[in-house]
């Protein structure tokens, strides 16, 4: 699988031509007096909207990153970068961010980046608690398009790039995480036909396939309910809990700085594989081997591959010898 994704790296980066940025007059803070603006939902330590804080800064854009909880954010405000409090579940929130993002970039935006994701909730769809589903779609699908409504008019001055962070999830079988890629699969889905809408406005949408990325994500401690379908497959469960962290995962820093290189091409031509930043972005572990896989053999091969890789043939062993117990 890694040369089979390198393979797939080195093709679908064949058309691209790196450009060098153009050194500016900084500003205060180290900020270019003409930089650039980005702001970041879900930029929390430890994850990919952190390190893209990050990386759009050492770029020389003028960053807004944002938290739920802002004051998490103190190693980023150290930096230079402006932070501020934002839920995107909150219209509220949502409403004050972007007066406070108005007064600071004087009404234009040029990239948007919504990264904020709600829990996992890795666990199989016949045990989820309903409240979580809903909550999972709040923040994941109903927050990006709230953030979209409210800072298109800022983009649209800046023929900006809007930028969703999805997941391999919505094209592969995610086992025990059925909820969220259906929150991916919406996403994708949502941002195809966004993408269109915005065209007559010079206003790009591009979505990040985000393939396995180093995360905090492995040392949350869950269990089966006591009365699942698979109490039996506890040991399939916990492997399953840690796959993300596997050996082809990237670490975040590595996966912003494809990103924001990928971002900063510009517009280009034809969705941005001629000269540009491309519609479709495909970066972190297995990124590349699902993208071919996908390509070459469609959905059949990605369902048995993730049903195999999953080692649920093990579990329907079980299942046929012993019969079906659930304590209801």
């Known amino acids: 699988l890694f040369y089979l994704e390198r393979a797939c790296f080195i093709a679908t980066s064949f058309f691209h031509i790196q450009y060098s940025t153009a050194n500016r007059t900084t500003g205060k803070m180290g900020i270019p007096a003409n930089a650039k603006t980005v702001l970041i939902t879900g930029c929390t330590p430890g994850g990919i909207g952190h390190a893209l804080a990050k990386e759009f800064h050492a770029k020389g854009l003028h960053v807004i990153a944002t938290a739920r909880r802002p004051e998490v954010l103190k190693d980023l405000s150290d930096l230079g970068l402006t932070t501020l409090q934002l839920d995107v579940t909150n219209a509220e929130s949502i409403a004050t961010c972007k007066k406070n993002v108005a007064e600071i970039t004087g009404g234009r935006l040029d990239f948007l980046v919504n990264?904020?994701?709600?829990?996992?909730?890795?666990?199989?769809?016949?045990?989820?608690?309903?409240?979580?589903?809903?909550?999972?779609?709040?923040?994941?699908?109903?927050?990006?398009?709230?953030?979209?409504?409210?800072?298109?008019?800022?983009?649209?001055?800046?023929?900006?790039?809007?930028?969703?962070?999805?997941?391999?999830?919505?094209?592969?079988?995610?086992?025990?995480?059925?909820?969220?890629?259906?929150?991916?699969?919406a996403l994708n889905s949502y941002s195809r036909t966004l993408r269109q809408e915005l065209r007559p406005f010079g206003v790009r949408v591009m979505i990040s396939m985000t393939g396995t990325v180093k995360s905090q994500i492995a040392k949350l401690s869950r269990e089966l309910p006591p009365n699942s379908l698979y109490a039996r497959a506890k040991d399939i469960y916990t492997k399953r809990l840690t796959f993300s962290q596997n050996n082809a995962t990237v670490s975040a820093e590595d996966f912003a700085q494809q990103l924001v290189a990928e971002a900063l091409r510009g517009e280009g031509w034809l969705g941005g594989w001629l000269g540009g930043a491309r519609n479709w972005f495909w970066a972190g572990g297995m990124a590349g081997s699902v993208w071919l896989a996908k390509l070459l053999f469609g959905e059949w091969l990605l369902d048995e591959l993730a049903y195999r890789k999953f080692e649920l043939p093990k579990f329907e062993a079980i299942v046929r010898k012993e019969g079906v117990k659930r304590l209801d």
């Open 115 to 185: 990264n904020a994701s709600g829990l996992t909730h890795t666990i199989p769809a016949t045990d989820i608690n309903m409240d979580d589903v809903r909550q999972t779609f709040e923040t994941n699908v109903f927050g990006v398009m709230a953030m979209v409504q409210a800072f298109v008019p800022m983009l649209i001055p800046a023929r900006g790039l809007i930028i969703m962070i999805s997941s391999l999830s919505a094209i592969s079988p995610y086992v025990f995480g059925s909820v969220y890629t259906a929150t991916k699969g």
